[in-house]
């Protein structure tokens, strides 16, 4: 094989690879910049439902804390009701 082959072979290869290469390169990027905006609205997404779900379940605690001193206080009025049948039936 003489020289002039060898080189006209070696440059046709990388006339024809280095184009590909380059836009497969471009292509990854544009995919990489396709997947980075898909993450960073799923990221806003949760963020927001993450707030959300923080405010019902500070509302939740709110209602149980409001359940739980209405029910100490029923239990509290119920006490004093038995208390006064007991004092009156002491009294009969």
Same mark, same amino acid.
């Given at each position: 094989?003489? %020289?002039l *082959?060898? #080189?006209?072979?070696l &440059?046709? =290869?990388?006339? %024809?690879v $280095?184009? $590909?290469w $380059? %836009? /497969? +390169? /471009?292509? /990854?990027?544009?995919?990489?910049?396709q997947?980075?905006?898909?993450? +960073? /609205? @799923?990221d806003?997404? #949760? !963020? !927001? =439902?993450?707030?959300? @779900?923080?405010?019902? #379940?500070?509302?939740i605690? !709110?209602?149980?804390?409001?359940?739980h001193?209405?029910?100490?206080? *029923?239990?509290?009025? &119920?006490?004093?009701r $038995?208390?006064? #049948?007991?004092e009156?039936? +002491?009294?009969?």
């Open positions: 094989m003489d %020289w *082959q060898i #080189i006209v072979l &440059f046709g =290869n990388v006339a %024809w $280095l184009p $590909l $380059l %836009w /497969s +390169r /471009s292509e /990854s990027r544009a995919d990489f910049r997947i980075d905006l898909i993450l +960073r /609205s @799923t806003k997404k #949760i !963020e !927001e =439902n993450a707030k959300d @779900t923080r405010a019902l #379940i500070e509302a605690r !709110e209602d149980m804390k409001d359940f001193c209405r029910l100490a206080l *029923q239990d509290q009025e &119920f006490k004093m $038995l208390c006064a #049948i007991e009156r039936n +002491r009294g009969k």
